[in-house]
């Protein structure tokens, strides 16, 4: 397999690629629509996976033809999901914190592009003390404090390209110098579409084998989890 010594530029999905989170995120959300006296079925699970947060709640507000808005069933997951963190801390792919040290110290780039929101993706990050290798040091077109493209920051969730090209855009990178982590059909699209090589994690994904087939000429490499992603940088 080719090394990856040549890529500048890193980015990273967050759900199930960094943190096995999706399956946990599901239950939140099946929570607090709960409270509202709404069951969610089969079909509202499966929007979940590979989505940003406003296209979810977007669609079971308007299939269940709630009063509320979207930021209000966004904060009250929310509220829900950071409580259970700190009473049960989220457990990260194997290798990613010596990877990102290791990135670290050979100054590439690096940034999470996520379906989260900013609040949510930073503190999660924060609850395993990550947050600062996303540290947003240099980049002043982005008024951020860290570097996570989340849910807000563009438009179009994947398998639209718009959040890595927004990526692209503040770190000034080149899509053909930049790898992307990703675990979901929609992001590993949404990352071919922008022009950059993409790695597949697979260790807490939940991709099926004919969801692969379908995609894979979108992956340029397969791994298990960051641990086998160090041998090769």
Same mark, same amino acid.
């Given at each position: 397999?080719? @090394?990856?010594?040549?890529?500048?530029?890193?980015? +990273?999905?967050?759900?199930?690629?960094?943190?096995? &989170?999706?399956?946990?995120?599901?239950?939140?959300? %099946?929570? *607090?629509?709960?409270?509202? @006296?709404?069951?969610?079925?089969?079909?509202? $699970?499966?929007?979940?996976?590979?989505?940003?947060?406003?296209?979810? *709640?977007?669609?079971?507000? @308007?299939? *269940?033809?709630?009063? #509320?808005?979207?930021?209000?069933?966004?904060? =009250?997951?929310?509220?829900?999901?950071?409580?259970?963190?700190?009473?049960?801390?989220?457990?990260?792919?194997?290798?990613?914190?010596?990877?990102?040290?290791?990135?670290?110290?050979?100054?590439?780039? $690096?940034?999470?592009?996520?379906?989260?929101?900013?609040?949510?993706?930073?503190?999660?990050?924060?609850?395993?003390?990550?947050?600062? %290798? /996303? /540290?947003?040091?240099? *980049?002043? /077109?982005?008024? $951020?404090?860290?570097?996570?493209?989340?849910?807000?920051?563009?438009?179009?969730?994947?398998?639209?390209?718009?959040? +890595?090209?927004?990526?692209?855009?503040?770190?000034?990178?080149?899509?053909?110098?930049?790898?992307? +982590?990703?675990?979901? #059909?929609?992001?590993?699209? =949404?990352?071919?579409?922008?022009?950059?090589?993409?790695?597949?994690?697979?260790? /807490? &994904?939940?991709? &099926?084998?004919?969801?692969?087939? =379908?995609?894979?000429?979108?992956?340029?490499?397969?791994? @298990?989890?960051?641990?086998?992603?160090?041998?090769?940088?």
């Amino acid at each position: 397999m080719k @090394n990856l010594k040549t890529f500048k530029t890193f980015l +990273f999905d967050l759900d199930d690629t960094i943190f096995l &989170s999706e399956e946990r995120n599901i239950g939140y959300i %099946f929570k *607090y629509f709960k409270s509202l @006296n709404i069951t969610l079925d089969e079909e509202d $699970k499966n929007i979940v996976f590979g989505h940003s947060w406003q296209h979810i *709640y977007k669609h079971i507000i @308007n299939k *269940y033809k709630l009063d #509320k808005g979207i930021n209000e069933v966004n904060e =009250g997951i929310l509220k829900l999901k950071f409580q259970d963190i700190v009473e049960n801390p989220l457990i990260h792919n194997p290798g990613i914190k010596t990877f990102l040290k290791l990135l670290e110290k050979k100054k590439r780039k $690096k940034a999470i592009v996520t379906g989260s929101c900013y609040k949510e993706a930073l503190f999660m990050l924060k609850s395993k003390n990550m947050h600062f %290798f /996303f /540290f947003n040091k240099k *980049y002043l /077109f982005w008024r $951020k404090k860290y570097l996570i493209f989340a849910a807000e920051d563009y438009k179009e969730s994947k398998p639209s390209p718009k959040g +890595f090209f927004l990526a692209l855009k503040i770190l000034k990178s080149k899509p053909q110098e930049t790898l992307v +982590f990703e675990d979901s #059909k929609s992001g590993i699209i =949404g990352a071919k579409k922008a022009g950059c090589k993409v790695a597949f994690i697979k260790n /807490f &994904s939940n991709l &099926s084998l004919s969801d692969l087939k =379908g995609i894979k000429s979108y992956i340029d490499y397969i791994f @298990n989890d960051f641990k086998e992603v160090l041998a090769l940088i």
